[in-house]
């Protein structure tokens, strides 16, 4: 399992999150970024280039996997804006607080083992008047899809790196002391038990 999750499941994160539908998702959220950004999750690297570069001051990518970073460097040597990669995971943000002008996190809250911690660190690190920009997958609004998705989430999360089918976003994103000033939510893929997606932008409270 440790060969699985090191070599091969980095590799078909990447495979799998550079679809047309993350694509169409990630060109809804990223240009809105702003100034000096954190990217929790940064993986491979797939937002990137949807950054507008004129908006952009500096990026601290944080991500706790070294395969995926060699892949996200790659990316980043083009860009004209500088990139600082964190090889941590979203529990532990070595920013001081108030420092970071737009928090932005994709495909990520699913799979953070402490999500609650990882919340109240971005809102910590926040300025005032900052942005938290999102886009994630989670638990269904429609009542038997979210009960499959409760059924095979154990066995789900054992094969994905520690991936859930089934949070509450939303939720847990105010319960972390954000506002959600814009939210968008729908289903983006035909395997329903993966591909709710809620994306927005929340304010500190």
């Known amino acids: 399992m440790k060969f699985y999750n090191t070599y091969i499941l980095p ?21 809105h970024a702003r100034g000096r950004v954190l990217e929790i999750g940064i993986g491979s ?14 990026v601290w990518g944080l991500d706790p996997s070294k395969q995926l970073q060699k892949i996200a460097e790659k990316k980043a040597g083009v860009l004209p804006f500088n990139v600082e990669f964190i090889g941590l995971s979203g529990e532990e943000i070595p920013l001081e607080k108030n420092c970071v002008d737009t928090v932005v ?14 919340l109240i660190e971005m809102n910590r690190v926040l300025k005032p008047g900052g942005k938290l920009i999102f886009c994630e997958h989670g638990k269904a609004p429609d009542d038997h899809i979210s009960r499959w998705q409760n ?9 994905s790196g520690g991936c859930n089918l089934n949070r509450p976003i939303p939720r847990l994103i105010e319960k972390s002391g954000f506002k959600i000033n814009n939210l968008d939510m729908a289903y983006i893929g035909r395997f ?10 929340a304010v500190l409270k």
């Open 192 to 201: 329903k038990l993966a591909s709710f997606n809620y994306w927005g932008i």
């Open 151 to 159: 059924r095979i989430n154990p066995i789900w999360k054992s094969v």
């Open 11 to 31: 590799r078909l994160t990447h495979w799998v999150c550079s679809g047309k539908e993350f694509k169409n998702q990630r060109a809804k959220v990223i240009p």
């Open 105 to 118: 996190v994709t495909y990520t809250l699913c799979s953070i083992k402490d999500v609650q911690k990882a």
């Open 45 to 58: 690297g797939l937002n990137l280039p949807f950054y507008n570069p004129s908006n952009i001051d500096f």
